[in-house]
């Protein structure tokens, strides 16, 4: 056995373990449907939906549907909480549409990306390997657990509030993140797709003010939807506030900013434009 599947056994029953702890802190305090908390049940939910789809993808070799997996969990995951949710107020009905919102539109754009290009080549290594490709999906189910967790404690919890200024101020949040994320795909979507620019870095539109500023937008909406969850959490619920700082620390220091900064110097590193670009221009926060 390999080393990284070693890695990958020790792996999997530590995301296990924590999406265990998750589940039961954001309980708390939440409703319930045949003694079973909402909560945990939507937990569980996330991490099914990522076991059924490896099967195909597993056997077919194929990460075509991985982007697109995970927003169909999360759009589950929040139509299911409505569901099963004994009440719902306003606050819950705006909490899930723009959770479902954010997850269409992410994951219909990354899988018409992953279709035009044919793959992932950050799967190559992974596909082989079960217990690694395992890995990749159960993460996938617990980054929707960590991400949509305030979203999910304040719609499944017992305690409800009408709207105010925490949903109108997280709203506008929200709304802001959303816009740089869209325009920041769609910049360098415009980009890539032009001929002229084969073998160039974008260092355009909002693309000259941050290097990754479809990521700064992701983790500005999260906070929108902490922000709009804030007035109902109470207890161990205060856990589900962890999830803008998830989407943060993933982004900056593990799966985003990091793998892509690193394949650009691969690919630009030492020539004049590239390396005045990075120096002039933040890695995250956009330079007014």
């Not at 304040?154 to 929200?174: N, P």
């Not at 941050?210 to 856990?239: C, D, K, M, T």
Request: aromatic letters at 12%; a positive charge.
């Amino acid at each position: 056995m390999e080393k990284e599947d070693r890695i990958g056994l020790i792996v999997f029953p530590i995301v296990i373990a924590i999406a265990l702890f998750v589940a039961w802190t954001g309980s708390q305090g939440g409703a319930q449907v045949g003694g079973i908390p909402i909560f945990a049940l939507l937990v569980g939910l996330s991490f099914l939906v990522q076991w059924l789809a490896l099967i195909p993808a597993y056997l077919r070799q194929t990460e075509k549907f991985f982007d697109l997996t995970g927003s169909i969990t999360y759009v589950s995951v929040m139509l299911l909480a409505l569901v099963l949710s004994p009440s719902n107020d306003g606050r819950s009905i705006l909490l899930a549409l723009l959770v479902m919102a954010w997850a269409i539109r992410l994951g219909t754009f990354l899988f018409g990306r992953i279709k035009k290009a044919g793959k992932d080549d950050r799967f190559d290594d992974l596909k082989p390997s079960f217990i690694r490709f395992l890995n990749v999906w159960t993460i996938q189910g617990l980054w929707a657990t960590f991400t949509a967790a305030a979203a999910l404690v304040a719609i499944t919890s017992t305690t409800h509030k009408e709207l105010d200024s925490f949903a109108l101020v997280g709203l506008l949040v929200w709304m802001v993140g959303f816009a740089v994320e869209v325009v920041a795909d769609r910049q360098k979507s415009r980009f890539n797709s032009d001929p002229a620019n084969k073998g160039r870095f974008i260092q355009t539109g909002l693309w000259s003010r941050s290097r990754h500023p479809n990521y700064f937008g992701e983790i500005v909406l999260w906070v929108g939807v902490a922000i709009i969850a804030l007035p109902v959490l109470q207890g161990w619920q205060w856990i589900a506030l962890i999830s803008p700082l998830f989407v943060a620390l993933l982004l900056t220091r593990v799966s985003g900013v990091p793998m892509l900064e690193a394949k650009s110097d691969k690919k630009w590193g030492g020539q004049k434009q590239y390396e005045e670009y990075k120096k002039n221009t933040p890695v995250l926060i956009p330079r007014i």
